[in-house]
């Protein structure tokens, strides 16, 4: 496709902990490595008071922070900080936007917006920007999550950013989406003629993925309370990655091929009802308990206060269509688990027929394991014949095939996901960007299995921090004669 960088760059949230940990030190990188536009202006934007030099030692110190140390090229450095400036806005009144488009000056070279606000602020910002002159068709703007917190408030959201950009302006972030791990479920499915015949319910036993945290609160008690894990996690990362894994194959690399095969999957998942919730889902929530030999506090007592929400859930998902029917999707996340670690197991069906068995021989069905983070592979298990005479019957043991990412591409740098999707929105390619319909699809499968918590007045089962959530989780999977895949 072709690109068409942007001249300017505006960041609201500037002075957040996302822009200090991620999208700062994300634009240097490419800043370092000569990625960004020769001549692009960074301008950042929020409440706190700033001019341009004070925001550029405040950039300093998130960079000085948060890069690693043999990024930190003080010549380098100090001409990234040539490109940033800052001016103080409150989003929340139209006042102050004329300001900031008197700050960034002619956009005729082309704007991207990225959009790190409470979502309470959208629709005012959005205003503010339209009456300023910037949202003109030369203008792309970039949403990061939440965008709502149901189907009814994602619609406004999106309807508020439609009422002045058009869809194909419009880039709303996953940030799992920019991982590389990622990125290779495409290669590995569709660059390789291995996976394809047998990826499907022929095939395929089941398919498990897990986020797993092991952090609690960590400073996020007001986001995360009213959020939960299912809005949190489930409504989006995990649902991304099932679709990936489950999409048919695009006709090509473009964002239109890829999204479209994306929310026909998202449109065929089963609704789970409210007579089936209690069944097909388990919710949990941490109480005290040891993490990596640290005694940790439960949820409630993190929060100071009681609560119902959910700092886990499991969910056994359908996907109804001619490839899956029949293959069950087991979705897992949580916060205070034993290990961090995003992976996706895909366990094949055993083979028809085992000629070892009556030589003792015991075979395991093969599992294809995807780990995301925090070390990124892809694990094929496959059975092997142990050394020996077998004499006394014939030993077979499940041995890996590893393919590790960083040691095959250990002459490349890994760039964290903030790099390549402000990269993609400064030159303006959609395709790891969610759209629309693929958002709403989501929600209104989440929103059917919260209204039947709602009914069945389902309250989040204790688990102790430090385990695997709920035993109502293992049975989820023991009763369909599987197991989850832990290491």
């Known amino acids: 496709m072709s690109r068409q960088p942007v001249a300017k760059l505006l960041l609201f949230g500037a002075t957040g902990d996302l822009a200090q940990r991620m999208l700062l030190p994300s634009l240097f990188g490419l800043h370092a490595d000569g990625l960004l536009p020769d001549g692009l202006t960074i301008t950042g934007t929020a409440r706190s008071t700033h001019d341009d030099e004070s925001y550029r030692a405040f950039t300093a110190i998130a960079l000085d922070t948060y890069l690693p140390d043999d990024r930190k090229d003080a010549a380098v450095i100090a001409s990234f900080l040539g490109r940033v400036g800052y001016q103080t806005l409150d989003a929340s009144t139209i006042e102050g936007f004329a300001e900031l488009a008197t700050k960034i000056g002619d956009t005729s070279g082309g704007l991207a917006i990225f959009l790190s606000t409470a979502p309470s602020l959208f629709r005012a910002t959005i205003k503010g920007l339209d009456s300023a002159g910037l949202a003109g068709a030369n203008v792309r703007i970039g949403l990061e999550k939440p965008l709502g917190h149901d189907l009814v408030s994602s619609r406004e959201i999106n309807d508020a950013v439609a009422e002045v950009f058009r869809?194909?302006?419009?880039?709303?972030?996953?940030?799992?989406?920019?991982?590389?791990?990622?990125?290779?479920?495409?290669?590995?499915?569709?660059?390789?003629?291995?996976?394809?015949?047998?990826?499907?319910?022929?095939?395929?036993?089941?398919?498990?993925?897990?986020?797993?945290?092991?952090?609690?609160?960590?400073g996020r008690a007001g986001y995360y309370d009213g959020s939960g894990a299912m809005r949190d996690m489930v409504q989006n990362h995990m649902l991304q990655l099932l679709a990936l894994i489950a999409m048919e194959p695009p006709a090509r690399f473009d964002g239109t091929s890829i999204r479209d095969e994306k929310v026909k999957v998202l449109r065929s998942l089963r609704p789970i009802s409210e007579a089936d919730a209690p069944s097909l889902t388990v919710t949990g929530q941490y109480t005290n308990g040891a993490v990596k030999g640290e005694i940790v506090r439960g949820y409630a007592d993190e929060l100071e206060r009681p609560s119902t929400t959910e700092t886990f859930v499991a969910i056994k998902a359908n996907v109804d269509n001619w490839r899956w029917q029949g293959t069950p999707f087991y979705l897992r996340t949580g916060k205070r688990l034993p290990s961090r670690q995003s992976e996706i197991a895909i366990q094949f069906k055993p083979v028809p027929h085992s000629m070892f068995a009556a030589r003792g021989g015991k075979l395991q069905p093969n599992t294809l394991v995807i780990r995301l983070q925090p070390d990124e592979y892809v694990r094929l298990l496959v059975m092997a014949k142990e050394p020996g005479l077998d004499r006394d019957g014939i030993r077979l043991r499940e041995v890996p095939l590893d393919l590790s990412l960083d040691t095959q591409f250990a002459g490349s740098r890994r760039r964290i996901a903030y790099e390549r999707l402000l990269l993609d929105l400064i030159e303006g390619d959609p395709t790891l960007f969610v759209r629309r319909d693929e958002v709403e699809a989501q929600w209104q499968w989440i929103d059917g299995i919260r209204a039947g918590w709602i009914a069945n007045d389902v309250k989040p089962k204790s688990y102790s921090a430090g385990s695997w959530g709920p035993s109502a989780a293992v049975a989820l999977t023991e009763r369909d004669g599987t197991t989850w895949h832990d290491d």
Request: glycine fraction near 8%; charged fraction near 25%.
């Open 167 to 218: 869809e194909e302006q419009t880039f709303r972030i996953d940030h799992y989406l920019g991982k590389e791990t990622v990125q290779n479920i495409l290669a590995l499915r569709f660059g390789n003629t291995l996976f394809e015949p047998i990826w499907n319910a022929r095939g395929i036993d089941n398919v498990q993925i897990t986020i797993a945290e092991t952090v609690g609160l960590e």
